[in-house]
C-alpha cells in the first residue's frame, strides 16, 4: 500500500493522469489568490507538498507572506529543494502549531478527505485564521459525473480511466457532506462551486 490509501498502482494512475490537470486548476487558484489576498496578508497553504502553490502566490504578491503545512517529511524536503525560501512546517492540520489570529487566508487543496475528522480539521482551520479571513478548500467530488471524470483521463487508456473514476467516487468527498463539515466548524460558506470540467469541488469560507 502507498501513501494516503493508495495502492502504488493507483498512486501511479492519479499521477500520470490526474496530477497535470490539478497543476492547471492551481493556476486558477493562484490567479484568484493573487487577485484576491489584502495587502500584507499572511497565507497558510494547508498541504503544501512540495509548495508550487504557495511560491507562486508569494511570487506574485510580494507585499505577502505565508506558510507551508505538511504531514509528509518526503514532500517538505521536495518544498526546500525546489522552493528554498519558503517557511515550512511539518505537522497534521489537527496539530498545527499556530496561534489563534496568525493567518489572514488560507488554501487546502485535497486535505479534508485525509482527516480522519474533518470537523475538527477545520475548526482547528478556523481558529487560526483572522476574524472575517478566508479559506479555499478543494476536494474530489465523489459525486462528479462522467464528463467531469473525463477531464482526468482524457488521453487515459479505458481500463486506466475506469479505475480512475471509480477512485473518484471512493475517494472523493461529497458536496453536502462537506458543507456541514464546515458549518458544523464554524464557517460560514461563501461559496460552493464544482468544476466545469474536471471532478473537484471548491468551496469559499469565511471566519
Not at 487566508?105 to 470537523?119: D, E, I, R, S, W
Amino acid at each position: 500500500m502507498g501513501t494516503n490509501g493508495y495502492t502504488h498502482w493507483q498512486s501511479w494512475l492519479y499521477q500520470r493522469f490526474a496530477a497535470p490537470a490539478m497543476a492547471g486548476h492551481r493556476c486558477d487558484l493562484c490567479r484568484r489568490l493573487v487577485a484576491d489576498l489584502p495587502t500584507s496578508a499572511r497565507l497558510l497553504d494547508v498541504g503544501c507538498g512540495a509548495g508550487d502553490l504557495l511560491a507562486e502566490v508569494l511570487t506574485a504578491r510580494t507585499d505577502c507572506s505565508g506558510v507551508g503545512l505538511d504531514p509528509s517529511s518526503a514532500a517538505l524536503a521536495r518544498a526546500r529543494h525546489r522552493h528554498p525560501g519558503l517557511t515550512l512546517v511539518q505537522a497534521r492540520l489537527e496539530d498545527a502549531p499556530f496561534a489563534a489570529a496568525t493567518f489572514t487566508a488560507a488554501t487546502a487543496v485535497g486535505v479534508l478527505k485525509h482527516c480522519p475528522n474533518p470537523v475538527a480539521a477545520l475548526a482547528r482551520l478556523r481558529r487560526i485564521l483572522v476574524p472575517g479571513g478566508s479559506a479555499h478548500l478543494v476536494e474530489i467530488d465523489a459525486e462528479a459525473d462522467d464528463a467531469r471524470c473525463h477531464g482526468w483521463v482524457t488521453d487515459a487508456p479505458r481500463f486506466a480511466g475506469a479505475i480512475v473514476r471509480r477512485l473518484i467516487r471512493r475517494h472523493g468527498l461529497d458536496a453536502d457532506r462537506l458543507a456541514r463539515a464546515a458549518t458544523a466548524a464554524g464557517w460560514r460558506i461563501r461559496e460552493r462551486q464544482p468544476h466545469p470540467t474536471l471532478p473537484l469541488l471548491h468551496l469559499t469560507l469565511v471566519v
